[in-house]
Each structure stands twice: as C-alpha cells, then as structure tokens.
C-alpha cells in the first residue's frame, strides 16, 4: 500500500524544475513530502531493507489500505465534490471552507472510520488530522477536477455497503455520493 499524493504536473512544476535544478524534463512527477509504504512481510529470497528508509513491514497489509481508502480516498472524493459545486478549483482551497473542513473530520469520525480493521501501529485521530493537513497544503495545488475524475466512485460505496449493512446511518457518505453524482451528470449534459 503507498500513500503519497502526486498531482498532475502542470506548466510550472517543468519551468521551477528546468530554473532552480537546471534539469529539463517534459513530464516531472511532483508530489507532497508525505510518504507511507506498507508491504506485506512475505518476500521470497529474502526482504529487501527498505525499512531503513521507512517502509513498514507487516503480516497483513489490508487493514493499512482499506484505512487509506476509506479515509484518504473517500475524503479525497467527497470534498473534491463539494469543493467543486461551491466553486473552488484546488483541494486545498476547498479546505480553506470551514465548513467542508469540518465535513471531512465528521466523515472520518462519524462514517468511514468505523469501517476500518484495527490497524496495528496507526494512531487513526493523529492520521486523521494528518490527511486534513495534507489536503489543505498549498504547495501540492491539487485540483478538484483530477480528484473528481480519477477518484473511484467505489471509494464511497464501500463503506456505504458496509454501513447500511449494519443499519449505521450514511448521511455523510451520501453528500458526497450526491456531490459525485451531480459532477457525472453535468459533465453528461449535451451542450444546449
């Protein structure tokens, strides 16, 4: 499982690059600082020693990326949504709205959180608050447009499925279902 968001290089990323580096490169892949690589403890021949450079070593790598699906990723889609029904362009603008900044924190608390497998060495309210961190940096100039149009509906279904299988309440995945649903059929319209 690695998780590290990696927008779409833009004009800008090839020029800084060529300017500050004096490298020239059509298509560099830009991504945030953040990093997390979790392979699963089962390597023939013998393990390689990226846990010195930081990835986890596990038993079971589900629980880690069904937490980065559920919490990531259906974050990502769901605010990427409604961020682009208000009007705004990049994720991180979006999380400059307070109010979908708290939406996000109760999605992750209230609805998608208590869908995940305990996860072994993960402290889930400091990730938490970590992804929220990540989403509104500047730096990373993601857009709602990539988020909306890469990100799987599925990323909000399953949970759903999971939620609605336990009579739990969906009223937050469904905003952003909604949102998601709402993009699709715009963008389907024929031109008038």
Known sequence: M?????PVTQAG??????E????????????????QWVIEDDVVGGRPDWDRVGAQFVGDVAPYERMKLRLLNASHLA???????????TVDETMRDDRIRRYMAALMDRE???TLLPV????LPAYKAELIARFANPA???????VNTDAALNYLLDPVR?????????????LGGAAWMRRARASTRPAR
Request: hydrophobic share 45%; aromatic share 4%.
């Open 79 to 89: 605010v990427a949504g409604l961020g682009r029904l208000i009007g705004h362009e």
């Open 2 to 6: 690695v998780d590290r968001i990696t």
């Open 112 to 114: 998608t959180g208590p």
């Open 120 to 123: 072994p060495g993960i402290d």
């Open 20 to 35: 500050r580096h004096g490298v020239a490169d059509a298509w560099p892949v830009v991504s945030e600082r953040f990093t």
């Open 162 to 174: 999971d939620r609605l299988a336990t009579d739990a309440p969906i009223d937050l995945l469904a």
């Open 13 to 18: 990323d090839i020029a800084g690059l060529a």
């Open 140 to 146: 990373i100039r993601d857009t709602v447009e990539r």
